[in-house]
């Protein structure tokens, strides 16, 4: 799975060279204002993946197969439902996102055009979600490895061809994100679709429990709005950059590009905190529970330190690679430092979130995750008008080291009570 996570930020980076091709900072900008809009609302529903991978892993650990598969089918209904009214809603979308950013009238031209074009894969990305979340639960990540390669290499192909081939730019990027979503899709479900016809027959009635959807809404909600929260940190992060000007807007973009390598670098442990700790629940034999988390912290750290490394030492030619403004260059040059020491910042917080989800611990990571937004916003507040966009990026790595901490006060008692009272059913 870090292989296959590997080849997410590669999206990033290529569509942001692309772009960053044309020498315009508006471009560059426009098409980071976009993304975001564009993830808060699918960040946002990233529950369909983190949701389903608990409730799969949990079946999975009591030997469950024909649930494991009604929780698929219930994700995939959510998904259509949610994903078409998305598409519906882009132009709402659009305008909301103008507004936050708050940016000059060619960047947000350039942001209504990426997201009104994103948003018509909606219903596929959602899908994908559901798709990746059941196996995920399951721990194929050979399955997931290819189902992510082929979403991303086909995006990243058709990123080059339309945008600097076809002279697309910010459009075709956005056509060949929504075409690698339509392809992952088919392949995942055509796959899916041959297994479960050789499995455990399972009834429509059983697909549409009321409880169990009642259930999965309840883990879902909480899930939502940390990933809300967490996506209003790196929106708020975007808008104060684009209140220091659109240079340095276009500048962080390309930075946080190293943010989101290092990150979905990261999320390979992340996910496999997941499937273990789901599993150890759902079988209620803590020792795996206790193993897990302590591999995964140990594996997770070791692989940070190297990010940072790696970051702080070829940054500058990944800075030269994306960005063709010298002007852009310049300001991210100066920034580097704050990006490299990301992914140390940030690696408890992904070990923590991958404990809470698998283990269903959905309240606790909810509310961990506002407390951490709350001091992110204060230390923005204070640090952002005092030192600049250094102090822009100090509030982003207090946000990141106060959700791993948070989350870390609530490990013991939460998974006190948990197995002690699997212990007593038992």
Known sequence: MTLAYLTTPLIGIVGTGVVGQFGDAALLGGLAAGAVAFDVVFTSFNFLRAGTTALVAQS?????????????????????????????????????GQWFVAAEPRVNATLDAYVRIRMLGAPFALINYAILGYVLGRGEGSFGLMLQVTLNGVNIVLSILFGLHFGWAVEGIAWAAVAGETAATFVGLSVLARRFAKGPRISRASILDAQAFRSMFSLNRDIMIRSFALLAAFALFTRQGAQFGTVTLAANAVLMNFFLVASFFLDGFATAAEQLAGRAVGARYEPAFRKAIRLCAVWGFAMAGTMTVLLWLFGEDLVWLIAAAPEVRA??????????????????????????????????????????????VAAQLTLAPVFGNHGLWAALHLFLIARGLCLLAKLKPRARATFQSGAAAH
């Not at 494991?68 to 305008?95: C, D, E, K, T």
């Not at 923590?352 to 992110?376: E, K, P, Q, T």
């Open 331 to 376: 300001v991210a040059m100066s920034f580097l430092p704050w990006a490299a020491f990301t992914a140390l910042s940030g690696v408890l917080a992904f070990q923590m979130d991958g404990v809470f989800i698998g283990a269903a611990w959905s309240r606790d990571m909810r509310n961990m995750m506002l407390l951490s937004l709350a001091i992110f």
């Open 60 to 96: 999975f650990g009591r030997n469950d197969a024909a649930e494991q598969q009604a929780i698929f089918w219930r994700a995939v209904i959510i998904a259509v439902v949610a994903g078409i009214l998305l598409a519906l809603a882009a132009p709402l979308i659009s305008q909301a």
